[in-house]
């Protein structure tokens, strides 16, 4: 089954206290995605991979980062957070873009306090 | 700046109707367009994609409307039925930034039996 798998699926943290976040595809999809979904604020894509090794901003890359060591994994690092990166988070990935169908997870709820 | 906009109140249809939802661009030249059905607290769901070169596409009861003069998009669901209420979201994205894609907020829409 096509699948995009998050961890963790709900986070509870403490500004500051660094987390990673975990996404992987089993499509063997060139593309893959962060976003962040705020009340009112829609999806707001945050980092984009478009190859291994191949990543770029979106629009709200500020407090996070990425890597693409491998097709299939994409992780969202928050290295200390803040109690404004409070949000529901997406990974999506894709054959070869956004100009195609995309797979979304099933989002991570993080908290930080 | 670039600005999507999806109406931000409910469209409340009775099972049966079309819901006809809109999505407008501003300073935007999208290579293409997408719409997505979210649930609450699940990922998006790729319903369809539109090409720039395109004016309409269907798939089962959906029909989405391209028009770059009007810089908007009409996304129809025919004989609807309760199980299409859901938040649907429309998306935009740009041949010169081929990774990036910008969501509009979402119209939730309540089909009432």
């Not at chain 2, 006809?20 to 290579?31: D, E, I, K």
């Amino acid at each position: 089954e096509a699948q995009v798998t998050q961890n963790p699926r709900y986070l509870i943290t403490v500004t500051g206290k660094k987390l990673t976040v975990t996404c992987s595809q089993n499509m063997n999809h060139e593309y893959m995605s962060w976003y962040r979904q705020d009340p009112g604020l829609g999806l707001r894509q945050i980092y984009y991979s478009m190859n291994v090794e191949v990543t770029d901003k979106g629009d709200v890359p500020e407090g996070y980062k990425v890597s693409r060591k491998e097709k299939r994994n994409f992780p969202l690092i928050l290295e200390s957070p803040s109690p404004n990166q409070t949000s529901l988070y997406f990974c999506a990935s894709s054959f070869a873009g956004p100009g195609n169908t995309i797979y979304f997870g099933e989002g991570s709820w993080l908290t930080v306090v | 700046s670039q600005k999507i906009e999806q109406n931000s109140e409910a469209l409340n249809i009775q099972e049966g109707k079309t819901a006809t939802l809109t999505c407008n661009y501003t300073n935007y030249s999208p290579a293409y367009l997408q719409w997505y059905r979210q649930d609450p607290g699940r990922g998006p769901v790729f319903l369809l994609l539109i090409r720039e070169n395109e004016k309409e596409k269907r798939k089962e009861r959906l029909k989405v409307t391209f028009d770059t003069t009007l810089k908007q998009s009409l996304f129809h669901i025919t004989a609807s039925q309760p199980a299409d209420s859901a938040t649907y979201l429309c998306a935009l994205g740009k041949t010169d930034s081929w990774g990036k894609l910008q969501f509009g907020a979402g119209t939730q829409v309540v089909v009432t039996p």
